[in-house]
C-alpha cells in the first residue's frame, strides 16, 4: 500500500490503541509485504500533540488496519522521501469515527500540519566537544560503581549532575536522590553530587555515622580550597556565581564570614568590603566567559588591588563548548542545545547563542523540540551542555531526519583528553 505526504488513513481501535480521548504516533509502519518503515521524526510529533494538550500513546501502526463499526481512533500518515528511501514523519492520531472529540482531531492535524511544515533537507552542524566532560563521567561512574558493589539503595545528596535523564536512569538501578541529609538512614551510603559540599554538610554526614562517598568534581574541590586559602589570608572573596546554585551553596560554606555573592557587573557597583586592598574573587565553574569577564573587570576598577585564582575558575569544559558553539552558532538559522533546564552550563550555551543573533532554545531531549522551530531553519547549530548524555544528542538527528535528509558536519575545535581518578572507596576491585 503506497504512501504519499499527509495522507490519511483509518485505523481500527484494537487493544493497545488510543481511546476517544488519545492519539496513536507510530514509531513504524507496518506494509504488508515491505520491511518496515521506520517514523523517526515520531517523537517530535507526540511533542507537538502533548504541548497541545493530548496524550500521545507510542507503537507500532499497521498500514492495513481497517476501522470496524463504532471504532474509535484518528490515524494521520506521512511519509517523506529519505536519503535511503522512504522515511516516516509519524502517525497520529487517527481518522476520525465514533465518539472522537473534535477538540483531539483539530489538535492531531494541527500537530501533523506543524511538523509537515518543517518538513525538508537541512544541515547539521555539530559542536565539538560537547555533551560528558570528565568531572560528569567520573561521577556517574562512582555511583554505578558503589551500586554494584554495595547494592542499593545508595543514597545521592541532590542530582548526581544536573540531567533528568541521568538521574532517572540511576533511580531505575537502585539510586535514591534526596535534597537533604536528614532523609538519609543512620550509617547509611551516601554519595555527595559533582558540585560540592559545604563543611556543615561534611559535619551532618559524620553526626549520622553516613560512609561518605564524595563525587565533587576535582575543578569545583580546587575553588573550595582556593576559598579557604584566599579567607585565611584575610581576603574578603568575592565568589561570581549564580545564587542558589549547589556548587554555589558549598562554595560559600568554606568561608561563609568572609565570602560574598556577585552575579552580575551591575552588583559590584555597590559592593562593601572590610579593606579595598585585599579583595580576591571565585568563580563558579560553569559560566559564561565572556559574561564573567565583565564582572572581574567591574571588580578591577572597583579594586585595583584585586587579586584572584592562578588559574581561571571556568573549568576546561565549559569553555571548550562555548568556543564550539560560538564557531558554529554564526552560520547556523537555529541552535539547539541538549540539557536540562537546571543546568547552568547548559543554559550558559544558549544566552551564547541569542547573544550571537541567532535563535536558540535549550531542550531535554528530541521530544522539546517544537516544529515551529525548524520551519525556515536550513541549517541547525547542534550541542549539548556537559551533563547530557551524548545518546540525547543522536536522538535529535535521528528526529530531524524524520524530517528529510540530513547532512551533518561535524566542527572540532579541540580535543578533550582529560580524565579524572577515581575516588579508592570505589577504585578498589
Not at 535514591?176 to 554519595?191: R, S
Not at 561570581?240 to 551553596?249: A, F, L, Q, S, W
Amino acid at each position: 500500500m503506497p504512501f504519499t505526504a499527509a495522507q490519511s488513513i483509518m485505523a481500527a481501535n484494537r487493544p493497545g490503541r488510543p481511546g476517544a480521548d488519545g492519539v496513536l504516533v507510530a514509531d513504524e509502519l507496518l506494509t504488508p509485504g515491505a520491511p518496515p518503515i521506520p517514523c523517526p521524526a515520531a517523537v517530535l510529533l507526540a511533542g507537538e500533540l502533548r504541548r497541545r494538550g493530548v496524550p500521545p500513546v507510542r507503537g507500532r501502526l499497521r498500514a492495513d488496519s481497517a476501522p470496524g463499526r463504532g471504532d474509535n481512533g484518528l490515524t494521520l500518515c506521512a511519509v517523506l522521501p529519505g536519503r535511503d528511501g522512504p522515511s516516516g514523519l509519524g502517525l497520529a492520531a487517527a481518522g476520525q469515527d465514533d465518539g472522537v472529540p473534535p477538540d483531539v482531531v483539530t489538535a492531531a492535524g494541527s500537530a501533523m500540519a506543524s511538523c509537515l511544515s518543517a518538513a525538508g533537507p537541512r544541515t547539521v552542524l555539530l559542536a565539538s566537544p560537547r555533551s560528558f566532560c570528565a568531572g560528569v563521567e567520573r561521577a556517574i561512574e562512582i555511583v554505578e560503581r558503589v551500586l554494584d558493589q554495595r547494592g542499593a539503595p545508595v543514597y545521592v545528596r541532590k542530582q548526581i549532575v544536573h540531567n533528568s535523564h541521568v538521574v532517572r536512569g540511576l533511580e531505575q538501578r537502585g539510586a535514591v536522590f534526596v535534597d537533604e541529609l536528614d532523609a538519609v538512614p543512620d550509617g547509611a551510603t551516601v554519595v555527595f553530587s559533582a558540585h560540592g559540599v559545604s563543611p556543615a554538610v561534611h559535619a551532618q554526614a559524620a553526626h549520622k555515622g553516613l560512609d561518605v562517598i564524595d563525587a565533587t568534581c576535582p575543578l569545583v574541590t580546587k575553588v573550595h580550597a582556593e576559598a579557604r586559602r584566599f579567607a585565611a589570608r584575610g581576603d574578603t572573596v568575592v565568589l561570581i556565581g549564580h545564587e542558589g546554585h549547589e556548587e554555589v551553596e558549598g562554595t560559600l560554606g568554606e568561608a561563609p564570614a568572609r565570602t560574598v555573592l556577585v552575579q552580575n557587573a551591575d552588583e559590584v557597583a555597590g559592593l562593601e568590603v572590610e579593606d579595598p586592598e585585599r579583595v580576591s574573587y571565585l568563580t563558579q565553574t560553569t559560566l559564561a566567559v565572556d559574561e564573567t569577564a565583565e564582572v572581574v573587570d567591574a571588580l578591577r576598577e572597583r579594586f585595583p588591588a584585586l587579586r584572584g585564582p592562578v588559574s581561571d575558575d571556568i573549568c576546561y569544559a565549559t569553555t571548550n563548548r562555548q568556543h564550539a558553539l560560538s564557531a558554529i552558532a554564526g552560520e547556523s538559522d537555529l541552535v539547539l542545545v541538549v540539557g536540562s533546564g537546571n543546568s547552568s552550563n547548559s543554559a550558559r550555551l544558549v544566552e551564547l547563542a541569542r547573544r550571537a543573533g541567532t535563535e536558540a532554545h535549550l531542550v531535554d531531549d528530541a521530544g522539546d523540540i517544537e516544529a515551529g522551530w525548524l520551519a525556515g531553519a536550513g541549517v541547525v547549530g547542534l550541542t549539548a551542555g556537559a551533563s547530557a548524555p551524548p545518546r540525547l544528542v543522536s536522538a535529535v538527528i535521528a528526529a530531524l531526519g524524520g524530517l528529510g535528509p540530513v547532512t551533518v558536519t561535524e566542527r572540532e575545535i579541540t580535543r578533550e583528553t582529560v580524565h579524572f581518578a577515581l575516588p579508592s572507596a570505589v577504585a578498589r576491585r
